[in-house]
């Protein structure tokens, strides 16, 4: 018996260590991680009984609160604040570090 729960710990140990974290959190689809947010960001999933919102973006740094739950399997790699994504490369960057928006 003894040596059946050394082999057990010996696989529960190797299985640990292959194991990769999401410490930053991943993108699911289908109820499956297939992507982990880069450095600089982290997992979003908007609740279906609460309000969302949309990633800040330089142009919209600050976008309105969501009610309704029209958004289903919705999951994605936001910007780590007080970063907002510059859509002109898709990166995260300071706000004040966007590029300067040219008026209508």
């Known amino acids: 018996m003894m040596k059946y729960l050394g082999v057990l710990f010996i696989f529960i140990l190797v299985g640990l260590s292959l194991a990769k974290p999401h410490d930053r959190g991943c993108v699911h689809a289908f109820g499956k991680c297939y992507q982990d947010c880069p450095e600089g960001t982290h997992s979003y999933t ?9 990633e800040p973006t330089c142009k919209e740094p600050n976008p309105q609160v969501q009610t309704s739950s029209q958004i289903f399997d919705y999951s994605a790699c936001y910007c780590d604040p007080p970063t907002v994504r510059d859509q002109t490369t898709d990166t995260c960057v300071p706000l004040d570090k966007c590029p300067k928006m040219k008026k209508a």
């Open 46 to 54: 908007p609740n279906y009984s609460s309000p969302w919102h949309w």
